[in-house]
């Protein structure tokens, strides 16, 4: 009995001895499963259009690239679709992602997703729009009440801090329009010479229209644009009534089309944001929550004023002209 | 108490680490050599792969300028900007290039002359505030490569490019004049230059402009651009040439530069030091699992080599307590190696020799009791019972009343003392006692026929003597000298303490032996015909038994002139008497 039990161990010794041999000589070395490769990282922005979201969506992909993990892009047609991104955002959480990155186009809709995403425990990370309504692991953009500040602070100084400004929003701005609004409003009162004498939204296709009914029903020293869409109307509308620098325009973001405009002299200052950036730390900080590790509470970016002088300085050839490889 | 290990275990962990420490050592060596080399290679390789990018880099600019110099050469020499065949020149030279974006001629005053494609300039641009434009006319002749920029030139188009420009001279409207050509790259080349090295799996390479230490291209350019990446450009400025390692990072990276001459770019390598060594940390777990796998080999083989050394120790062991509890018929096992097998064979030699001297103990001690019983028969002997008897009927019948009481208290002496207390070994004294009354009887049997003396030592008495010895050889002495003589016999029995032997003597003057007769008795192997029948051999063998082959009986005697019996044997005292007595019982 106690022979055949060590006979059994020494044959059990030879035997791992034959193994480890084989390996020594032959093995290849185990290739290290990275555990990133396995995160799947869902993120929803707030329109496939722009080229706002379209560079963030690159700055996305370049994380994606560098950690090696999968992503998976959703986003409805129009910023102003809230309930198009709240159905795209259900349907990818039965996809059971690791992490799921967020720029919502709507606060209060999105509580009962937040709910459910935190019951599944899937982290979600906010880029772009703070989330108020439910729990989010981290917010990483820009304070949209100071960029709104920010952008009255300059027409008024472009105006010489007298006279009568419009301020146009974003029909579906959300909460950064909100926000924005609310910071530019506040900007106004503060300063002492400026008036805001009139404040109109719009909407794709109509913010000419609007811009130019601002214009026509005021006499207005000064126009502030709180998005991207509301810029590009205000300052085609000026374009089409040829005066450029005869009412001073202060837009929100860039694209070709504004920049060019900028040039052009229809638009004085644009506040710009880092959508790269947004989108690479967007994925990152996913990838850093999916692996539990702690996240800042808040990230916050920084907005860079651009005017006709300063567009081509090189820092800001790298902010705003994203290199595509 | 120090706990005795096990052969089996001293051989194994003897066998076990001089392996373990030998492999230690040879791996030891080779991986420290192994990390040498493969870090000279990781060194080497990296630095001719930056040196090889950087020669196809060279060539890939030199190349472009030559295109450029082409262009140049043919605006300056055809006879119009605005000619329709130099346009067609021209475009066929870009069609050969995939990397060309974009090619423009402009005169003197800014005004665009010549455009491919044909794209729409912005309206918002002055072309005479541009640096290149400036540059280019105020350093002619100087071809200038820019840095990557942005170019601010075509309508809605901000593309990341290279620039080159010159000054030229070109033929407008029929006026020479002069202007500026300007020819826009983009990075594709570039980045399929850079791409198609590897420097493992991490590494990458990335071009530096040497005067301001601007990243020209990277990898992740866009991530250096936003400001999400570092680059220790510092380290790469600092040297022209060579390799360094960077250690500012959380890895250690080598960093292996080479200057590109013509447009005063460095081409940087970054690897990793650690890919470049996982060959070394790959060889590094192969000799971990050699190490164990040659352990438990060895541990294996010297259990076996130790259990087949000390098995048949083991086995010898097993038979030697086989013998302590007195099976002597054990035999060991005599497999084994060479030494154990001399080691059993001495082992049973010894057990045979021990088993042969036992035997041999116990016959002696079989033949001892079997000559005193003989001996003890002898004294009550019927024979010679009925010859005394005999004697003292007749005596009796004479009236000899003295005689019968002497004869009767000698016979019954003599049996008192001849039974003894059943012991071998008595006093001199009591075995003269019994010899005298033997003599008693007999010479009353034989009519006075001889006499008798004694001539004894007082100091002899109080030591030992085997019982039984001088009353054979007195009996021989009457049977074998004085009854056939006709002259009166005499015997005379002496004993003495010579060179710490007993020597007891009885000689008598009887017919004595013919020398044949001598030497047979003197050999022990005569016999006779007379007698009680026990006799004197008895007593030689039992003085020999007890005493030694140096001991016992020898006789002297010459025809018709008697004959002498000498008895030797140690002298012992009482005390030493009853304890060799009582390991004789």
Redesign the interface.
Known sequence: MNRSYGNAV?LA??A???V??Y???F?E?PVRQTKQEEIRVQMIVRSSQSDYWHTVS??AE?AAR?FGISLNQVAPSSEGDAGGQLRQAEEALLSKPDAIVLAANEDAAFGPFLTDAEKKRIPVIAIDSLLTSGKTETYIGIDNELAGREAVRQLNALLGEKGNIGLLAYANGGINGKLREAGARKAAQQAAGLKLVDFRTCGEGDCEQAAGELLDENRLDGLVALNATASEGAARELKRRGIAGGVKLVGFDSS??L??LL???YIQKLVVQ?P??MG??GVKQAIEAASGRRLPERTEMDTAIIDKDNL?W?KN???????V? | MIRRRSLQAILSAAFAAFAVFMIAIVSLALYGRFTETAKENAYRNSQQIIDQVSYNLEIYIQGISDVFGMMHHAIGRSGGAESPALLEQLDAMMSTRADIVSVALFDDAGRLQLDLPNVDL???LRITEESWYRSALDTPGHLKISLP??Q?LY??????VVSLSKSISFVKNGKPTNGVLLMDVN?NRI?ELSNRVSLGKKGYIYLLDESAG?IVYH?????I????KQENVELALRNTYGSAIDRTGEEERLVSVQSIGNVGWKVVGVSYLSEAL?TS??LN???V??I???V??I??LS?LLSRRISRPIKRLEASMRSVERGEFDTVANEEGPLEIKSLADRFNLMIRTIKGLMEQIVAEQESKRKHELEALQAQINPHFLYNTLNTVVRMVGKNKNEEVVTTITSLSKLFRISIGKGKSLIPIADELEHARHYLIIQQVRFKNKFDFSFDVREDILTHLTLKLILQPLIENSIVHGIEPSIDKGHIAVSAKLENGDIVMVVEDNGIGMTEERLKLVNAGIATSSKGSGVGVRNVQERIRLYFGQAYGLSFESEPEAGTKVTARFPAILEEQGQRKGESHE
Not at chain 2, 225 to 228: H, K, M
């Open positions: 020494r010794l030879a791992a001895a034959a480890l041999l390996l020594a000589l093995g070395a690159l700055g370049a560098e070709p089309e920049l060019e040039q052009e002299g880092n790269f950036s690479y730390l081509f090189m050839q790298k902010l705003l002209f994203p290199v490889q | 912005k309206p918002s920029h942005v601010n309508l809605r188009q901000y593309r990341w990075f980045d601007n990898p992740q350019l866009q991530l651009y936003a400001g999400l996982t940390s790959a777990r192969s000799m699992q050699l164990a796998a040659v438990i080999i541990a294996l259990g």
